[in-house]
C-alpha cells in the first residue's frame, strides 16, 4: 500500500470511528437501559468505541507502509 | 494530629518531592541551550513522550470538572471521555511531518511554525498574543483547581489566594530553571501517582456509597433515566451541544502550543505509538466520573456549593474518610494541575516571546531569548493567578473558553500543510475574524444559533474567510511554500550538508 492510500484510510476509518460518540450516530447508543457491565448503555456505548478505536489504530499502525520512518 | 493536619503535611511532602524530581531532571542538561529549554533536544523517547501527552489528559479539569458534572449534569459529562480518546487521532497524520518540518527549519514554537511558511511579522504577533492569553486562561484553571483542593483537603484552614500562590511558586521554578525536560519527569512522578489514586478512591467512594456500579446506577435511572442521555426532555445538554462541544475540544486539542509543540520534541515512530495508546488513557478518567455520579441522588447540590467541589467534599465531608487519604487525593489533584500547569506554562512563554518579543526586537541573541522566556514563565503565572482569584468562573467555563480562542489556529495550520493556494492575508484574516466571532458569542451574545459552542461558530467563520480572501489575494509563489506542502519523509541527508538548518524564520522576513 502506499503512503498517500494509507493516509487516505486513516482518516476515513478514523473519522467514521470518531462519529460514533457524536449526533446523529450517538442517537443508537443515547439510552439509559440496558445497564452492561455495570454501566448505563449510553456511557457502555462510548467506551465501547474507544476500544475498538485503540484495536483499529493498532492494526493500522501494522499497515503502515511509513511506520520505521524516524 | 487531625486530619487537616496530616493531610497538608501529604501535600507539602508531595511539593517537595515534585520540586526535587523537577529541579534534577534539569541537571546535567546544558542549561544555557535553547534547543535543551524548548524540545529537549528533540529526542523525548516514547517514555516521556506518553507522560507527557498523558498528563494533559488528567488535569484540574478532569479531577474537579469532571466529578462536578457528572454529579450535576450527568450523561453531559461523557463529552469529556469522548474527546480525550478521540483528540489525538489527527496527529499521527500531521505529527510526523510537523515534526519534519520542524526539524528542517528548526522550529520549536507554533508561532514559529506559521510565520516561517507566511512570513508575516502581523500574523506572528497576532498568533503570539492569542496563544498567550488562551494559555493564561488554561493556566487559571489549573491554579483554581489547585486552590479549591488546598482550601477543601484543609477544611478552610489554607486560603485561597494563598493555595495558588505556593503550587504555582513550584511550578514556576522548575520550568524556568528545568526546561522541558524537568517537565517530563515531574509528569511521570505525577501521573503515576495520579492515576493510582482516582482509581482508588473513585472504586471506593462508589464501594463505600452503593456498593457496585450497577446499583449505583440502577437507582439514578430509577429515579431519572433521562439523566443519563443527551438532548431529550429533561436533559442537561442539547444534542447539538453536545456533538459540537466535543467538535471543539478535538479540533482544538493539537492547537494548544504544548501539544503543538510535541510534534518537534519527538520522532515520527513514538508520535504514532502515543496515538495509539492515547485511547486507553482516556480511560483511566473513568473512575473520577463513577466518583461524581456516586453523589447523584444522595448529595443535595446546595450544600456542595459549587459542582467543582463535589469530589473533595465527598472525601472530607461526607464519607470524612481518614486524613492521610485526603491528603493523598489532595496530592494526586495537585499533580494532575501542575503537570498541566508546567508544560502549559512552558509553551506560554515560548509563544509570546517568539511570536511578540522576537518580532518587535528582531536582534536578540539566544542568551536574551532564553532570559526573556525564563521572565515570561513568571508573568504569565502572575496573570493567571489574578484570573484564578479574582475572575469568578468554574473550571470547566474556563477551559471551554480558551478552546474557543485556541481552535482559531486550525485552518491556518491545516493549509500550511496541504494546501498551496492558501495565502498569507487569507490566513491573518482567518484568525481575526474566527476570534472576533467567537469572542462576540462568549461575550455579548447570550445565545448561540443551535446551541452550537461559539468556537465553532468562529471556526466556520474564520474558514470561509481565509478561502475567500487567499482566491481574492495573489498566490503565494515562495520556495517555503512547496517545502512545507510537498514535504516528503526521510529527506536523506547529503554528506556535510545537513549540519545546519536549511532555513530559519528570518530567512522569509522582511
Avoid at chain 2, 314 to 323: A, E, K, M, N, V
Avoid at chain 2, 469 to 496: A, C, H, L, R
Wanted: charged share 10%; glycine share 8%.
Amino acid at each position: 500500500m502506499s503512503v498517500r492510500s494509507f493516509r487516505t484510510y486513516y482518516i476515513i476509518i478514523s473519522t467514521l470511528l470518531f462519529s460514533t460518540v457524536l449526533f446523529p450516530i450517538f442517537t443508537f447508543g443515547n439510552k439509559a437501559y440496558p445497564l452492561i457491565l455495570g454501566l448505563p448503555y449510553s456511557f457502555f456505548w462510548i467506551i465501547l468505541w474507544i476500544v475498538i478505536t485503540f484495536i483499529a489504530v493498532l492494526i493500522l499502525y501494522f499497515i503502515d507502509p511509513d511506520k520505521e520512518e524516524v | 494530629m487531625e486530619h487537616w493536619q496530616i493531610s497538608m503535611l501529604i501535600m507539602v511532602l508531595y511539593l517537595v518531592i515534585a520540586l526535587i524530581v523537577g529541579v534534577m531532571a534539569g541537571r546535567g542538561t546544558n542549561k544555557a541551550s535553547l534547543e535543551e529549554f524548548t524540545t529537549a533536544g528533540r529526542g523525548l523517547g516514547l517514555f516521556l513522550t506518553w507522560f507527557l501527552m498523558g498528563g494533559a489528559i488528567f488535569s484540574a479539569f478532569s479531577f474537579l470538572g469532571a466529578p462536578g458534572w457528572a454529579f450535576t449534569r450527568g450523561a453531559p459529562a461523557f463529552y469529556i471521555l469522548a474527546y480525550l480518546a478521540f483528540s489525538l487521532l489527527p496527529w499521527y497524520i500531521i505529527g510526523p511531518k510537523i515534526g519534519r518540518i520542524g526539524r528542517k527549519f528548526n522550529l520549536y514554537s507554533m508561532v514559529g511554525f506559521l510565520q516561517t511558511r507566511f512570513r508575516s511579522k502581523a500574523l506572528g504577533i497576532l498568533v503570539g498574543f492569542i496563544a498567550f492569553f488562551a494559555c493564561i486562561q488554561y493556566l487559571a484553571t489549573q491554579l483554581r483547581g489547585m486552590a479549591i483542593i488546598f482550601n477543601l483537603m484543609t477544611e478552610g484552614r489554607i486560603a485561597f489566594w494563598f493555595g495558588a500562590l505556593v503550587a504555582y511558586a513550584i511550578v514556576v521554578t522548575y520550568v524556568a530553571t528545568g526546561g522541558l525536560r524537568a517537565a517530563a519527569w515531574s509528569d511521570v512522578f505525577q501521573g503515576a501517582l495520579m492515576i493510582t489514586v482516582s482509581w482508588v478512591i473513585g472504586i471506593m467512594i462508589v464501594k463505600k456509597m452503593h456498593g457496585t456500579t450497577t446499583e449505583m446506577f440502577s437507582k439514578i435511572a430509577a429515579a431519572d433515566p433521562d439523566f443519563l442521555r443527551i438532548g431529550v426532555e429533561g436533559s442537561t445538554m442539547s444534542t447539538t451541544a453536545f456533538t459540537s462541544v466535543i467538535l471543539v475540544s478535538v479540533i482544538g486539542f493539537l492547537m494548544w502550543p504544548h501539544m503543538f509543540a510535541r510534534s518537534y520534541s519527538s520522532n515520527a515512530v513514538t508520535i504514532k505509538k502515543t496515538v495509539i495508546a492515547y485511547p486507553l488513557f482516556a480511560l483511566l478518567i473513568i473512575p473520577l466520573l463513577l466518583a461524581g455520579f456516586a453523589a447523584v441522588g444522595v448529595v443535595n447540590v446546595s450544600a456542595v456549593g459549587e459542582s467543582d467541589q463535589i469530589l473533595p467534599y465527598l472525601i472530607t465531608t461526607f464519607l470524612s474518610l481518614p486524613g492521610w487519604l485526603y491528603g493523598l487525593v489532595g496530592a494526586a489533584a495537585l499533580a494532575a494541575a501542575m503537570s498541566s500547569a508546567d508544560v502549559i506554562t512552558h509553551s506560554a512563554s515560548m509563544e509570546f516571546t517568539d511570536g511578540v518579543i522576537k518580532n518587535m526586537f528582531p536582534n536578540l541573541s539566544d542568551k536574551v531569548t532564553l532570559l526573556i522566556m525564563r521572565s515570561a514563565v513568571v508573568l504569565i503565572g502572575a496573570l493567571a493567578y489574578c484570573i484564578a482569584v479574582f475572575g469568578g468562573q468554574g473550571v470547566v467555563a474556563l477551559l471551554l473558553g480558551a478552546y474557543g480562542s485556541i481552535i482559531q489556529f486550525t485552518p491556518g495550520v491545516l493549509s500550511a500543510l496541504y494546501w498551496k493556494r492558501v495565502t498569507t492575508q487569507g490566513v491573518f484574516t482567518g484568525i481575526v475574524a474566527g476570534f472576533v466571532v467567537n469572542l462576540y458569542f462568549q461575550l455579548f451574545a447570550t445565545t448561540t444559533p443551535f446551541e452550537i459552542h461559539p468556537g465553532l461558530i468562529g471556526l466556520i467563520a474564520n474558514t470561509i474567510v481565509m478561502i475567500g480572501v487567499s482566491y481574492m489575494t495573489k498566490p503565494d509563489t515562495s520556495s517555503v511554500v512547496e517545502s512545507y506542502v510537498n514535504d516528503q519523509k526521510k529527506t536523506k541527508p547529503i554528506k556535510g550538508n545537513n549540519t545546519t538548518p536549511e532555513a530559519s524564520i528570518y530567512t522569509y522576513q522582511s
